[in-house]
């Protein structure tokens, strides 16, 4: 079985296996009918990629839908605020999406065109390896393999490979493996294909195999090693942190910040928040140790209610606001939570 690939040249068991084509058989038969595949503009292609990095396709589709709504080119996307862009994405999380995506688009508006090359688009401010693949081969057809967490399931059970996905090594190796098995005259349909049989056929768990059409060359299946293929290496520990916001209520008014680069949450809006818990004030608890979860952080949460006819002296950096233009700013899903607590 072959459990390496360490040279360039074509693989001789490549070369007689019959992945390509079956796989390419498949995606014409159950490839899944998406609103971005009946396009070949860079910018939707670009747009879908982007909001599906970290985001289900049920989820996802509404999002690109209101998207290309609003902003229906790449130059309006361009003109617009980044309030309004990240007020758009409000429940999509991994904010700084949002406003990598508004930053590219910028950067697209001032070159005067979509890049045309992978080298160009990969250039674009959050877009990666595999994104600019994926628009340089849908969009224009170029040979470029995009490797993702399906591909590096796929690749890595039907070849039998236990080299770590997340590892310097394995990210070249299955880059390499999926760049030869890539057809250059379908590198769109192959990617595709990839990543539907990824989500579809090969799910990381209970993947179909008894209806699997590459089941007779499938190492994982004939060796048992479904349910331990993919190999990834340990994550990195996840830190809890703790925040407790105030809500001002002031007379119709609240007070709200934009919080600063660096940070969690970065360029989104919040509630009065401190470290320590005022002694002085006429506090209401809300709600007690919140949880929400992030990619590298926990985040557990105290929600208090001032109501008060005098404004609280807080720091500068907060602006005064009438409750009812909330809606108008973006607030993280957490602050979505305090606000559903408030009494009405």
């Given at each position: ?216 060359t499938c190492d994982a299946l004939h060796t048992g090693r479904i349910d331990t293929l993919p190999v990834k290496l340990k994550k990195l520990e996840i830190k809890t942190r703790h925040l407790t ?100």
């Amino acid at each position: 079985m072959l459990t390496t690939f360490t040279e360039v040249t074509p693989n001789p068991y490549i070369m007689h296996n019959n992945f390509t084509p079956i796989l390419l058989q498949w995606f014409l038969e159950n490839g899944r009918d998406l609103p971005w595949r009946h396009t070949r503009d860079p910018y939707a292609i670009w747009l879908s990629e982007i909001i599906l990095q970290q985001t289900r396709i049920q989820q996802g589709q509404a999002y690109w839908e209101r998207f290309m709504q609003k902003f229906p080119t790449v130059e309006a996307l361009a003109a617009a605020t980044e309030d309004e862009v990240l007020r758009l994405w409000q429940g999509l999380g991994y904010y700084s999406r949002a406003r990598n995506l508004h930053f590219a688009a910028q950067q697209i508006a001032k070159i005067g065109h979509f890049p045309t090359t992978y080298e160009e688009t990969r250039k674009l401010k959050g877009v990666g390896d595999y994104t600019a693949a994926a628009i340089a081969s849908i969009a224009f057809g170029l040979p470029h393999a995009a490797v993702d967490g399906n591909v590096y399931r796929v690749l890595s059970r039907h070849f039998g490979i236990d080299s770590p996905i997340n590892s310097t090594e394995g990210k070249h190796l299955f880059a390499e493996l999926a760049q030869q098995l890539l057809p250059k005259e379908e590198a769109s349909a192959f990617n595709q294909a990839m990543m539907d049989f990824g989500a579809i056929q090969c799910t990381p768990q209970s993947p179909r195999c008894v209806l699997c059409p590459l089941q007779e060359t499938c190492d994982a299946l004939h060796t048992g090693r479904i349910d331990t293929l993919p190999v990834k290496l340990k994550k990195l520990e996840i830190k809890t942190r703790h925040l407790t916001y105030i809500y001002v209520r002031c007379k119709g008014e609240t007070a709200i910040r934009r919080r600063p680069a660096g940070d969690i949450l970065q360029g989104l809006w919040e509630p009065w928040n401190v470290e320590k818990t005022p002694k002085d004030l006429p506090l209401i608890l809300l709600r007690k140790d919140v949880k929400h979860v992030l990619t590298h952080r926990i985040l557990l949460a105290d929600f208090y209610l001032l109501d008060i006819d005098k404004r609280p002296s807080i720091p500068e950096e907060y602006i005064w606001i009438p409750e009812a233009e909330l809606e108008n700013y973006a607030l993280p899903r957490l602050i979505e939570i305090l606000l559903e607590s408030l009494p009405r």
